[in-house]
T-cell receptor, first 115, second 113 residues
């Protein structure tokens, strides 16, 4: 069966520090991968998605970046965190292929607090 | 563009009460519709889905019917439990692209004993 992992589970970082969040998927090949942010009390905002190694699409301009160095690994990074980067970051995967209509399966999330 | 509008919360019910969380959508294509649930401190879990008009998704006593004529996908449960307390998200996804899943803002449900 497929599983999705995220780490760390929680993170407290000072403003201006770098960030690296990791997401890995097991039990499937060539998944579509997604990064979402959920601000406190709000819905989900899609940040990045990837349909393959090295292929990253960004949904919103920001100081975050994403990379996919391996088929089942998706990394969210920042060189300098802002206070507004605080939130709950969720990674998700879906089966590649037809595009759209595919269920997305979510990881447990990383709670980031920038002070 | 595609969008989802769901009932604003929070919703507070007593145990065994009937639950309805409204969800309506706007889509130019023929989307699949989803309900996800988020328990405190956790990621989202798929609760149920429907892929075409008149389909009914069901799981754990929850149901939702894909109504194309009213562009709705309301979530219902006949008798809620304290363990159903969570945030519920309505979402849609269509064939237009791998990234095109849209979520509602979420509805927080609290069930009191």
């Amino acid at each position: 069966s497929q599983t999705i992992h995220q780490w760390p589970a929680t993170l407290v970082q000072p403003v201006g520090s770098p960030l690296s969040l990791e997401c890995t998927v097991e039990g499937t090949s060539n998944p579509n991968l997604y990064w979402y942010r959920q601000a406190a009390g709000r819905g989900l905002q899609l940040l990045f998605y990837s349909v393959g190694i090295g292929q990253i699409s960004s949904e919103v301009p920001q100081n975050l970046s994403a990379s996919r160095p391996q088929d089942r690994q998706f990394i969210l990074s920042s060189k300098k965190l802002l206070l507004s980067d605080s939130g709950f970051y969720l990674c998700a995967w879906s089966v590649a292929g037809r595009g759209g209509q595919e269920t997305q399966y979510f990881g447990p999330g990383t709670r980031l607090l920038v002070l | 563009g595609n969008s989802v509008t769901q009932m604003e919360g929070p919703v507070t019910l007593s145990e065994e009460a009937f639950l309805t969380i409204n969800c309506t959508y706007t889509a130019t294509g023929y989307p699949s519709l989803f309900w996800y649930v988020q328990y405190p401190g956790e990621g989202l879990q798929l609760l149920l889905k429907a892929t075409k008009a008149d389909d009914k998704g069901s799981n754990k006593g929850f149901e939702a019917t894909y109504r194309k004529e009213t562009t709705s996908f309301h979530l219902e449960k006949g008798s809620v439990q304290v363990s159903d307390s969570a945030v519920y998200f309505c979402a849609l996804s269509d064939l237009r692209g791998n990234n095109d899943m849209r979520f509602g803002a979420g509805t927080r449900l609290t069930v009191k004993p």
